[in-house]
């Protein structure tokens, strides 16, 4: 029967709107097919992972005007194939759809390739200073006064195990500069004397909400501080300029587009990002789909209404709506913190139980419940709901940050009001990291359609993973931690968020772990086995999260995130056939080539 005189029997009122909408891309797909349009870029013999409901894996793609408009075997494409067009022969790679970072910083990424780095490396206490000083070194014209900002600091895995450097150690570098080292975590930083001093810290300065000023047995400032105590500091470093913001966008999106990134959440904006972007925007130059979360601080004197008016303010300069084909700049999320870390030596995470303290000596350890649960939760209860609710009248997803089980649990309890008070409300709540969950709390992720959105590379043994966590959680939370296989299980919509820069970009590192649940090959022998008893996720549950999944909590499931005629042609090309690929080996893959919307904007040498 040609589809042009096909009729259909069933009332439209007795069949559900989804099906009818199936059958009309259905329609749509024949049409198109029978067609034949010719297409600009034709891919042939791969293996196409289409990430659709079905999981189907195909053999050729054709694309044509930014859109799909095949997906099937090699030999039903050559119908797609003219003078014109470029016909590439994937012969046996995998060809899939672009990665969806639900979770990034990528404009802090860019800009920490700028400055003093000690890239996340496992340092003792003369190599971390040697570093340090190396840096100054380099600066020897700087004047006295100009800061020195030093990153990714791995404050959990220094040389020895457990050392913390404090204020003393950074006091015995050749300068006269004040110091902040800022942990690749983001919740901690340490600074030198010449840097409290600037800032004022004393033994008497008070603990700031959300933040905590470490003192030693005497009372002193050592230099470290948490959280929202970090701002005392970071307020007096003067900002980069435009020029560097805009330097910084370039680098951030060329490192993505090299991972395979065409569509990435910035969860936690700023102006000066945003500017950034909407030149990059106007220049034509963006080359993946940037959303981007407004931050809503529960400080001293929060309101609630005007902090969602500011998001809603933002929204109204940046948002560029949809662009098609053509990446854009979308606002329709806020970030919310609602605690810290949940390891060591922060202990800044809000847990249902208290942390475990060494009721014993460091000779002769004895491992207890204590009295700890955290700090109080950033946001009270009631703030919490209140928020939640003014942001679903505007339209707008709140995104937070929950690391224990506490807050996960009160970020859930929210959410749950939420769906009370505005059941019609298509808001999607996204819970991001939950290190620690309470198994009382598996389902109702899947409940109430609440998205978890996992750093799949934290779930491995690691210095963060067994020494800051394995005695401070106890034995029980700790065989639970990063519980991506155990969320799946109960249901919950997987999302994917790398976090980049606490980590370094690596998406197909972030697959392997999820996988595997096992360290890199390099660190296997410090930490062997798996981590803790979750079972860790398919291949193809974890692809789904890092794709579809993370597509579907930022509402762009219909357009991105899985290979489907009709759909942007937003793909990557990898090195290999990921399915045939040993598990451990999955963290060697490499993209070849990655398509925005039809358009190549990164090729591997």
Known sequence: ??????????????????????????????????????????FVNGKVLTVDAADTVAEAVAVRDGRIVFVGTSAAARAHIGRRTEVIDLKGRTLMPGLVDGHMHPQSGGLRTLGCNLNYERLSREAFLARIQACLDAEADAPDDRWLVVINWFQQDMIPTGYAPTRAELDTLRTARPIMVRSSFG???????????????????PDPKDGRIVRDAQGEATGLLEDAAQSRVQTLIPPPDAATHLKAARIALGLMAEQGITTFLDAYTDIETLTAYQTLYRRGDLTARGHFAVLIDAGETYDAKAAVAEVVRQRGLYDTGDQGAKPALRIHTAKLFLDGVITAPAFTGVMVAPYF?????????????????GPRPYFTP?????????????????????????????????????????????IRPAIAHAEIVDPADYTRFAELNALPVLSFQWGKPAADTIEGAREPLGPYRHALIEPSGLLDIYGARLTFGSDWPVD??????????AVTRTAAKADQGKYPGRLGVDPGLPLRTALRAMTLGSAYALHVEDRVGSVEVGKWADLIVLDRDLTATDPEALGDTKVVLTLLGGRTVYRRP
């Open 357 to 373: 303290e060494n009721s014993g000596t460091e000779a002769d350890p004895h491992w207890r419940p204590g009295h700890n649960r």
């Open 504 to 513: 370094p970009l690596d998406e197909w590192f972030a697959l392997k772990v």
């Open 1 to 42: 029967m040609r589809p042009d005189t096909f009729s259909l029997s069933l009332k439209t009122a007795e069949v559900p709107v989804r099906v009818l909408l199936c059958l009309a891309w259905g329609l749509i797909a024949s049409s198109a097919v029978a067609a034949a349009p010719v297409a600009q870029t034709v």
């Open 382 to 426: 009631a703030q919490l709901s209140d928020t939640l609710g003014l942001l679903a009248e505007a339209g707008i997803d709140p995104h937070m940050h929950a690391d224990g089980d506490g807050a996960v649990r009160q970020a859930l309890d929210a959410v749950a009001t939420l769906r009370r008070t505005h059941p019609d409300k298509d």
């Open 187 to 205: 919740h901690s930083a340490l600074v030198n004397s010449r840097a409290l001093g600037v800032a004022q810290i004393t033994r008497d300065t």
